[in-house]
Antibody, heavy 118, light 108 residues
């Protein structure tokens, strides 16, 4: 059974940094790409970033490009999202999701909340 | 970027009713359209992929159809456990995945 468990969320001041982790189990981690998707309070889903199975390609939403970095450690079955220069509008629950094929997101973590506030 | 719209934004229906949600893409996305259900306080869950394929384990009362720019999602007989918000998602214009704004479904 696929399990994705996010961690690392919390309350942070504007301009500071935070790193999210997503630990995967029950799957062949190196066979899949992964995505980060976020959801601001009371709002819909917003795609944030994705990374290929081998880490060779990474893509970002315009809203986070240049501030966020997606990465993975295939030896630890873990996905990361390094978030720098955080803004109030980055406040959201952040989900990691497995890409089964061509951005069909078939397994999701429970989410980790990030609040950017002074 | 491809824009996705959904209608209605919310609906209230009785148990056993047939419920239909529409999703429109701003340009042709072939059949690269997925549907997700999000129950309150939970992560999204994939229900339908590539417009009309039912995800394994998902009840058969859920179905999807459409091609190009116009898609529909149907619950043939609404159940109390179907309460939540439903999102469409295009995966044609990769890597830029985009979601629709969501349709909130309630029981009348």
């Amino acid at each position: 059974q696929v399990q994705l468990v996010e961690s690392g969320g919390g309350v942070v001041q504007p301009g500071r940094s935070l790193r999210l982790s997503c630990a995967a189990s029950g799957l062949t981690f190196t066979s899949h790409g992964f995505h980060w998707v976020r959801q601001a309070p009371g709002k819909g889903l917003e795609w944030v970033a994705d990374i290929w199975y081998d880490g060779s390609q990474k893509y970002y939403a315009d809203s986070v490009k240049g501030r966020f970095t997606i990465s993975r450690d295939n030896s630890k079955n873990t996905l990361y999202l390094q978030m720098n220069s955080l803004r109030a509008e980055d406040t959201a629950v952040y989900y990691c999701a497995r890409d089964r094929a061509r951005a069909v997101l078939d397994s999701w973590g429970q989410g980790t909340p990030v609040t950017v506030s002074s | 970027d491809i824009q996705m719209t959904q209608s209605p934004s919310s609906l209230s229906a009785s148990v056993g009713d047939r419920v239909t949600i529409t999703c429109q893409a701003s340009q042709d996305i072939s059949n690269y359209l997925n549907w997700y259900q999000q129950k309150p306080g939970k992560a999204p869950n994939l229900l339908i992929y590539d417009a009309s394929n039912l995800e394994t384990g998902v009840p058969s009362r859920f179905s999807g159809s459409g091609f190009g720019t116009h898609f529909t999602f149907t619950i043939s007989s609404l159940q109390p456990e179907d309460i939540g918000t439903y999102y469409c998602q295009q995966h044609d214009n990769l890597p830029r995945v985009t979601f629709g704004p969501g349709t909130k479904v309630d029981i009348k």
